[in-house]
């Protein structure tokens, strides 16, 4: 059982990145999804969360500029990041878990590997 995360890279502010998750071992449309991340010297932050039954959540601080989706026929969730700003430059993670309280919570039975975003001024 595994849960990939990938996309990052180097992007100029204003640009745009879509990270991908996906899962090895299990199906990811049983699972609430969310996607975490961890600048250096910060505490890690939920992002944006998706449920079994696609409703979405935002945390403020992306709101009009990320969108999580899922294709449940790839076994992927999307984080499409729009008009990207140098503070979202951090390590990006995606968490899944059949309970979404403790996906929201940040106690997801499974954790992906992180995938580095920058976004340079």
């Known amino acids: 059982v595994q849960l990939q995360a990938f996309g990052g890279g180097l992007v100029q502010a204003g640009g745009s990145l879509r990270l991908s998750c996906a899962a090895c071992g299990f199906t990811l449309a049983d699972y609430a999804i969310g996607w975490f991340r961890q600048a250096p010297g910060k505490e890690r932050e939920g992002v944006s969360w998706i449920s079994t039954s696609g409703g979405t959540y935002y945390a403020d601080f992306v709101k009009g500029r990320f969108t999580i989706s899922r294709d449940n026929a790839k076994n992927t969730v999307y984080l499409q990041m729009n008009s990207l700003k140098s503070e979202d430059t951090a390590v990006y993670y995606c968490?899944?878990?059949?309970?979404?309280?403790?996906?929201?919570?940040?106690?997801?039975?499974?954790w992906g590997q992180g995938t580095q975003v920058t976004v340079s001024s």
């Open positions: 968490a899944a878990d059949k309970s979404f309280l403790r996906l929201r919570i940040e106690n997801p039975a499974y």
